[in-house]
């Protein structure tokens, strides 16, 4: 009998751990839904109203954008308020009704001439309207995409608790090109992608369709992101051979419906790899029928392939000069190929060479200014953000502004090869913003990087902004819980650029955790400060480039072996018993003399330069006085302190919020946030050690000595860090 109770209890308290066990799993989040959770509305005064103001949905079109806008509306809404809602044949009150004004008569009745020309090709209007005594809420627009992304806004309404009572919005993107550079090979390796490996399995294509590639178009289409780059710009011409090409067609296939056009990069060589030549120049007749004919074969598979982005005399990769062309030369000739198309082309301007001994600050705009107005009306020129290489913090690139008949597009770097990797939570939308906020003074003041490119300084028909993707394979798509928000920002900072950091944030908070206040509050103060405190213990005050050779991950500010000055952090420091910095005034590379002189003013004297910028364009006394009143060297101690000091207040607040996330992702992000403190001190110490071999200044009393030496810091080795 005692026996069998205790056999009896057994049981019981096994069935009670598997209970709990299947619980926790079934309330567990990997991040897979990424903002699209569409859970439902926690607050239950707001879901009752919610549920009486929306009871179905009013559909009548069943073109493939318009499937998926009724699949994304109906899941949505469902999830949301926790019951069915189901696409209607009869008009109800509460019918949330998606049509172009062309599809339905009640969109063509009850929008005006007007808004339809604000909301543009690609725009939206959503509207709380009345048509025959019912009370509905109208999304529509020019175009099937404007009023999926119109579905798009209004779920983000309801996810992030808005009211939704009197509607009466009209939206139409900034820029037209809206991308994500993916910089993945075709044996799934990605290059600086630290979220493992590509999500395209060119094995595997055509014939299986992954369930990702459409959760990742549902993804972009959420933030009107319209285009994607499948291959790395270090190209492999293997993708152009049908082969590859019925692969690029199945994914093509999936993402129309989204509204997002597939590009390719196109490896200047591929005449001779691929196409049996013996040369590649381009005013070789052979090399243009080859381009013409695999443009039409492309194009014979994907009607609305988007066209080629390339990446030319970079870097090793082989490009027009080869043959002692321009850049110009090289663009033009395949956008002749893509032309008869609509196609584009997609020059990149991040071009450095060994040869060329001028400061590779200036480099691209020595070699693209003088191109201006020689490109192909169908050419964009890439400019990354900044003249070097993403770094924490440059000051905008020269090239905006100073080529006015040319479309410049811009390149900013989702994944954070130089900002911490796979590991450190870093919110890019300041990053983002201070660039597109930066002022060139191009046309006069308030003439900012944004105008120069949405197209609106020059009136440019073309524009874009392209991101290098950050999405791997893994279970939550970025690696880092938080590396989301950036994809995220991205797409809504190419729709409308004016939209704040903190808004991006509150939006991304609530769609991906919850509308808790303290927790978007916390969070928040997070997210905002974290590219600041990533500066400070990584290149506070301007430093750049002083990062491990190679994988790029943490400090090796003393490496000056390498075959190229340029690629040598020393080059970029110059850090000297006098002090520290790049001169790049007049009494020096003079790279200042390329912007614009009311931009230039706020950079060219040493005693009035914004301090964020200090040591990137001033060599700076170790003793010159800040306006801190602090030395340079306590200033810089101060910084790689209080940065490293930072990321334990990240960690604390983090902590505050334990009952307020799941247990999963809470706990992913806690270790990550251990890690980045450990790195953040990593950095710190073994920067200070160094610089302090050149300033011999003591690091002062009141911080903790580093707990290891500078030949420690300098024997680490990664040689299997992941994305290199
Ligand atoms: C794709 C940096 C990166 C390279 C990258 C290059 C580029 O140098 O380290 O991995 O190559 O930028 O943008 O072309």
Redesign the pocket.
């Known amino acids: 009998m005692k026996n069998n109770w205790s056999n009896i209890s057994r049981t019981v308290l096994l069935l009670c751990l598997s209970l709990t066990v299947f619980i926790k799993m079934a309330i567990a989040e990997n991040g897979y839904e990424l903002w699209l959770r569409y859970k439902k509305i926690d607050d239950p005064v707001l879901l009752a109203k919610y549920q009486k103001e929306i009871s179905c949905i009013y559909i009548n079109t069943t073109s493939p954008t318009m499937q998926v806008v009724k699949e994304e509306l109906q899941s949505g809404l469902s999830g949301l308020l926790g019951k069915r809602i189901n696409n209607t044949v009869y008009l109800k009150n509460g019918c949330v009704i998606a049509a172009t004004s062309a599809q339905s008569e009640i969109a063509s009745r009850l929008v005006s001439h007007d808004e339809l020309i604000q909301a543009g090709t690609e725009g939206y209007i959503i509207k709380t309207v009345s048509y025959q005594g019912k009370k509905l809420v109208l999304i529509t627009g020019n175009s099937e995409h404007g009023i999926l992304y119109g579905s798009f806004h209004f779920l983000r309404l309801l996810q992030t608790n808005q009211s939704i009572n009197d509607l009466d919005i009209i939206s139409a993107p900034k820029t037209k090109l809206r991308m994500l550079n993916h910089?993945d090979n075709l044996d799934r390796h990605v290059?600086?992608g630290y979220a493992g490996i590509s999500l395209w399995n060119w094995h595997t294509l055509p014939d299986y369709i992954d369930q990702r590639y459409i959760d990742y178009a549902r993804a972009n289409a959420s933030i009107g992101i319209n285009g994607t780059v499948l291959t790395?710009?270090?190209a492999n011409a293997t993708v152009l051979t049908p082969e590859y090409l019925i692969k690029v067609k199945a994914l093509a296939d999936i993402f129309r419906p989204y509204g997002i056009k597939v590009f390719l990069t196109a490896r200047f060589s591929a005449p001779i790899e691929i196409g049996g030549l013996k040369t590649a120049d381009l005013l070789n007749e052979d090399v243009q029928s080859w381009w013409n004919n695999k443009a039409k074969e492309i194009y014979s598979y994907i009607p609305d392939f988007g066209g080629f982005l390339v990446?030319a005399n970079?870097?090793g990769?082989p490009g027009p000069q080869d043959y002692k062309r321009t850049h110009a030369d090289g663009a033009n000739m395949l956008a002749d190929a893509v032309a008869p198309y609509k196609g584009i082309v997609i020059w990149?301007a991040?071009v450095y060479t060994a040869e060329n001994p001028v400061d590779r600050h200036k480099q691209a705009f020595d070699d693209f200014v003088s191109l201006d107005g020689k490109f192909k009306n169908n050419v964009l020129v890439q400019v990354?953000n900044g003249a070097i290489?993403?770094m924490p913090r440059e000051p905008f690139h020269p090239m905006f502004g100073a080529m006015p008949k040319t479309p410049l597009m811009m390149?900013f770097?989702v994944t954070q090869?130089y900002l911490g990797q796979g590991t450190h939570l870093v919110f890019l939308a300041p990053l983002f913003k201070e660039v597109l906020e930066s002022d060139t003074y191009a046309k006069g003041k308030g003439s900012t990087v944004a105008k120069v490119i949405d197209g609106s300084l020059e009136g440019h028909d073309i524009s874009g902004i392209a991101g290098?993707s950050n999405i791997g394979n893994d279970i939550n798509w970025c690696g880092h819980p938080f590396a989301q928000a950036n994809w995220f920002a991205l797409g809504r900072l190419a729709w409308d650029h004016d939209i704040s950091s903190e808004q991006i944030a509150d939006e991304w908070l609530r769609m991906t955790y919850s509308n808790d206040k303290e927790l978007v509050n916390t969070c928040k103060q997070i997210m905002l400060r974290s590219r600041e405190i990533l500066v400070d213990y990584m290149n506070p005050l301007g430093l750049h480039h002083i990062m491990g050779t190679g994988h790029?991950y943490g400090p090796a500010p003393w490496v000056s072996y390498l075959n190229r000055p340029e690629w040598n952090p020393v080059y970029y420091h110059k850090a000297d018993s006098i002090g520290i910095g790049f001169d790049r005034t007049a009494t020096g590379s003079n790279a200042l003399a390329q912007y614009f002189p009311g931009a230039r003013k706020q950079w060219e004297d040493l005693n009035t330069c914004d301090e964020k910028f200090l040591l990137w364009f001033h060599h700076v006394p170790w003793d010159h006085k800040m306006k801190s009143g602090r030395t340079l060297w306590d200033e810089l101690c101060f910084r790689y302190y209080s940065g490293a000091d930072s990321v334990l207040w990240m960690k604390k607040m983090w902590q505050s919020l334990k009952s307020k996330i799941d247990e999963q992702r809470f706990k992913e992000v806690n270790m990550l946030l251990n890690i980045q403190y450990k790195d953040a001190k990593w950095w710190r110490n073994a920067c200070l050690l160094y610089f302090q071999t050149f300033s011999n200044k003591p690091i002062p009393d009141n911080y903790d000595p580093p707990d290891q030496s500078l030949d420690y810091y300098k024997s680490l080795r990664f040689r299997f860090a992941p994305?290199n």
């Open positions: 910089w290059e600086r790395n710009v270090n990446k970079s870097e990769q990149r991040f990354k290489d993403f390149e770097q090869e290098v790029h994305g």
